[in-house]
T-cell receptor, first 112, second 115 residues
Framework: AQSVTQPDIHITVSEGASLELRCNYSYGATPYLFWYVQSPGQGLQLLLK??????LVQGIKGFEAEFKRSQSSFNLRKPSVHWSDAAEYFCAVGVGDDKIIFGKGTRLHILP | NAGVTQTPKFQVLKTGQSMTLQCAQD?????MSWYRQDPGMGLRLIHYSVGAGITDQGEVPNGYNVSRSTTEDFPLRLLSAAPSQTSVYFC??????????????FGEGSRLTVL
């Protein structure tokens, strides 16, 4: 069955430090992959997406993600986090003909 | 610039009551979907629709009903509310006719408590 795994429930980093959020997927075909961010009390906003082509994709707010087919991974990175990046981050995969399945999320905490 | 609008934002129900969560979008998106969000569970797909008159089940459809009579509206009905349906519900739409490949635009959520 298709699934998305985000192994880290919580991550804490210091402001200005680099960030990597992990995502692994299970899907037989070429996946459509997404990262979304949810600020407290808000809906989700798309950070970036991968469909095909260059495996390193750039998104909004200085985020990037790298698709590694051999590892079934799509990790999200940012070189230097800001306090405003504190939020919950969701990895998602498009499956079948018309569904998007989400991981359980990683909550990012920023230390001043 | 309304995007995806959900009503109500908050609702408290008693076990066994029925209600409808409304979702409307003004972006002419064919694809619409409902998710529920629970702590530690992420977002789980309840139902989705790829166009007017077409609906299908997601991961957790039991206890919920949907219909899609117009492109703009996609209401979610709880037929007999149970405490297990206490959750935050999100409606989302996409410009992609194949929902799996397009960006989802989310509403602000509806927080439902079932006593």
């Amino acid at each position: 069955a298709q699934s998305v795994t985000q192994p880290d429930i919580h991550i804490t980093v210091s402001e200005g430090a680099s960030l990597e959020l992990r995502c692994n997927y299970s899907y037989g075909a070429t996946p459509y992959l997404f990262w979304y961010v949810q600020s407290p009390g808000q809906g989700l906003q798309l950070l970036l997406k991968y469909f095909s082509g260059d495996t390193l994709v750039q998104g909004i707010k200085g985020f990037e993600a790298e698709f590694k087919r051999s590892q079934s991974s799509f990790n999200l990175r940012k070189p230097s986090v800001h306090w405003s990046d504190a939020a919950e981050y969701f990895c998602a995969v498009g499956v079948g003909d018309d569904k998007i399945i989400f991981g359980k999320g990683t909550r990012l905490h920023i230390l001043p | 610039n309304a995007g995806v609008t959900q009503t109500p934002k908050f609702q408290v129900l008693k076990t066994g009551q029925s209600m409808t969560l409304q979702c409307a979008q003004d972006m002419n998106h064919e694809y619409m979907s409902w998710y529920r969000q629970d702590p530690g569970m992420g977002l789980r797909l309840i139902h989705y629709s790829v166009g007017a008159g077409i609906t299908d089940q997601g991961e957790v459809p039991n206890g919920y009903n949907v219909s899609r009579s117009t492109t703009e509206d996609f209401p979610l009905r709880l037929l007999s509310a149970a405490p297990s349906q206490t959750s935050v519900y999100f409606c989302a739409s996409s410009y992609s006719p194949s929902g799996k490949s397009g960006e989802l635009f989310f509403g602000e959520g509806s927080r439902l408590t079932v006593l």
